[in-house]
């Protein structure tokens, strides 16, 4: 199996030698770079083109909400994900909606960031516990005040449904198609189908649909 090729981006050097020793010691990450500032989170997001960024928030030059949105525009097959000493709601959402496939307070245990490291890497999303319910919290709020137009899922088939409901747990394409006993082709087709019926462009915008809808549910 290819290992993990991670750019780690924090402007703190006690961080980030702990950071480091952590994830030395996983025989599946290779960090390709380490990084300050934002700015240069960028640059070598783009030369390196790495699997997954560990983005800091708050950082000197470009703070990570940019750098996020700027490498994501760039490279959208890499991941970003948030560690971050910021539990807010807010700047959750605003990760969020910068493109991050995960946050991940640097409280958590090692444990935790390392399997998310490997959840999105994956292609899935990695939401911190007490964080997932401020996204089921807004969700359902929003969903509440907009009951009149709310969306349904009348515009999905049974099948998009099913695959809906699989992506947005975390499951690969391959998986999708082992347990449904179909291609990978048919899930790639079914996947692109319902982000153009549902108007959503990431894996992120499918989670939180799927959890606003009642397809999943988060721990609590």
Do not use: W
């Not at 605003?94 to 490997?118: C, F, H, N, Q």
């Not at 947005?168 to 189908?193: C, F, P, W, Y």
Request: net charge negative; proline share 3%; charged share 25%.
């Amino acid at each position: 199996m290819a290992n993990i090729r991670l750019l780690m981006a924090d402007d703190h050097e006690i961080v980030r030698a702990g950071l480091r020793m952590l994830l030395q010691s996983q025989p599946d990450i290779e960090i390709v770079a380490e990084v300050d500032n934002g700015r240069a989170a960028i640059v070598q997001a783009r030369e390196l083109q790495p699997d997954i960024v560990l983005m800091d928030i708050s950082m000197p030059d470009v703070d990570g909400f940019e750098a996020t949105r700027q490498i994501k525009r760039a490279l959208p097959k890499t991941a970003v994900l948030a560690l971050t000493m910021h539990e807010s709601d807010e700047y959750f959402f605003k990760m969020l909606e910068a493109g991050a496939s995960g946050y991940v307070p640097k409280k958590a245990a090692p444990t935790d960031l390392v399997a998310a490291i490997r959840t999105v890497c994956g292609g899935g999303v990695f939401l911190y516990p007490s964080l997932a319910k401020s996204l089921v919290r807004d969700f359902m709020g929003r969903a509440q005040e907009t009951t009149g137009a709310r969306e349904t899922l009348d515009g999905l088939t049974e099948r998009e449904q099913e695959v809906l409901k699989l992506i947005a747990d975390g499951s690969t394409n391959q998986e999708i198609a082992d347990k449904l006993t179909i291609s990978v082709k048919t899930v790639e087709r079914h996947r692109a189908n319902i982000m153009a019926k549902l108007n959503l462009h990431s894996r992120t915008e499918l989670v939180k649909y799927a959890i606003r809808k009642g397809l999943i549910e988060v721990e609590q």
